[in-house]
């Protein structure tokens, strides 16, 4: 996304991480970067949207009338992670609004008045996307160094649909409230705890395993995987983490 500058292109330097930028988004004088570079991260990420837009148009306009209760149940699941998992580009973009000070050389206020301005979405979701790009997303320092961020835990979970917008921005809320003197060892338990706690809300929305006996469906306290997960190897693994931290924290619970 750093590539990414101004919609004018021809004859534009790409801005560098360690050079200014001007209100245009292009590099200033003696920046960093390959005129028309930025140009083509434009043209690929709108190719790249383009093809969303019809993928998404493609599934509206399918017979969803023929689909039998599971698979209409299963393909809006489905719909649903594909979904949440964009909020990780949403939450990128305004990291990089953030990052580069674009709202600073634009003279508004902050970040997420920025994007509250140019996107018509509540300021609380502004400032929801900016905290969750700030705790999970790395920055860099104008001398180059990199920061790791606080809870990159967060973004990943994000990316494989296993969060929300609503429980991130749960999540950022908790974590900032957490006392400066609070040791690190400390915050990671916080960290595992509300992610955690999140992808089970998520997972009882999904019925429970159940049996028939004497003509009724006797419910057990064990869950499937949601299919969706099972083509998607990554996002699998970190839902059975989650998972299995649950089930590790009801056992200590039963004693």
Same mark, same amino acid.
């Given at each position: $996304?750093?590539?990414?500058?101004?919609?004018?292109?021809? =004859?534009?330097?790409?801005?560098?991480?360690?050079?200014?930028?001007?209100?245009?988004?292009?590099?200033?004088?003696? !920046? !960093?970067?390959?005129?028309?570079? =930025?140009?083509?991260?434009?043209?690929?990420?709108?190719?790249?949207?383009?093809?969303?837009?019809?993928?998404?148009?493609?599934?509206?306009?399918?017979?969803?009338?023929?689909?039998?209760?599971?698979?209409?149940?299963?393909?809006?699941?489905?719909?649903?992670?594909?979904?949440?998992?964009?909020?990780?580009?949403?939450?990128?973009?305004?990291?990089?609004?953030?990052?580069?000070?674009?709202?600073?050389?634009?003279?508004?206020?902050?970040?997420?008045?920025?994007?509250?301005?140019? @996107?018509?979405?509540?300021?609380?979701?502004?400032?929801?996307?900016?905290?969750?790009?700030?705790?999970?997303?790395?920055?860099?320092?104008?001398?180059?160094?990199?920061?790791?961020?606080?809870?990159?835990?967060?973004?990943?979970?994000?990316?494989?649909?296993?969060?929300?917008?609503?429980?991130?921005?749960?999540?950022?809320?908790?974590?900032?409230?957490?006392?400066?003197?609070?040791?690190?060892?400390?915050?990671?338990?916080?960290?595992?705890?509300?992610?955690?706690?999140?992808?089970?809300? $998520?997972?009882?929305?999904?019925?429970?395993?159940?049996?028939?006996?004497? =003509?009724?469906?006797?419910? @057990?306290?064990?869950?499937?995987?949601?299919?969706?997960?099972?083509?998607?190897?990554?996002?699998?693994?970190?839902?059975?983490?989650?998972?299995?931290?649950?089930?590790?924290?009801?056992?200590?619970?039963?004693?």
């Amino acid at each position: $996304l750093w590539a990414v500058g101004a919609a004018r292109c021809e =004859g534009m330097r790409t801005p560098a991480r360690d050079g200014p930028t001007d209100s245009s988004g292009a590099a200033a004088a003696g !920046g !960093g970067g390959v005129g028309g570079v =930025g140009c083509d991260a434009l043209a690929a990420a709108t190719a790249r949207l383009a093809d969303i837009r019809s993928a998404i148009a493609a599934l509206a306009d399918l017979p969803l009338w023929m689909l039998g209760q599971d698979a209409l149940l299963d393909l809006t699941g489905r719909v649903e992670a594909v979904l949440r998992s964009g909020y990780g580009l949403q939450v990128r973009l305004a990291g990089e609004v953030h990052e580069r000070g674009v709202a600073g050389i634009l003279d508004v206020r902050s970040a997420a008045h920025l994007l509250h301005q140019r @996107l018509a979405i509540t300021m609380a979701d502004a400032r929801a996307r900016v905290a969750a790009a700030t705790a999970s997303l790395p920055t860099e320092t104008p001398t180059g160094d990199t920061i790791q961020p606080a809870a990159p835990e967060l973004i990943e979970a994000i990316d494989q649909g296993v969060v929300s917008a609503g429980h991130a921005k749960v999540i950022t809320g908790c974590l900032a409230a957490i006392p400066d003197p609070v040791d690190e060892s400390v915050r990671a338990a916080c960290r595992h705890t509300l992610l955690a706690e999140a992808a089970e809300r $998520l997972a009882a929305a999904t019925p429970p395993l159940n049996y028939a006996k004497q =003509g009724r469906l006797i419910d @057990l306290a064990f869950w499937r995987a949601p299919e969706r997960l099972l083509d998607q190897p990554d996002a699998l693994v970190a839902w059975a983490r989650l998972a299995l931290a649950a089930a590790g924290r009801a056992a200590a619970k039963r004693g």
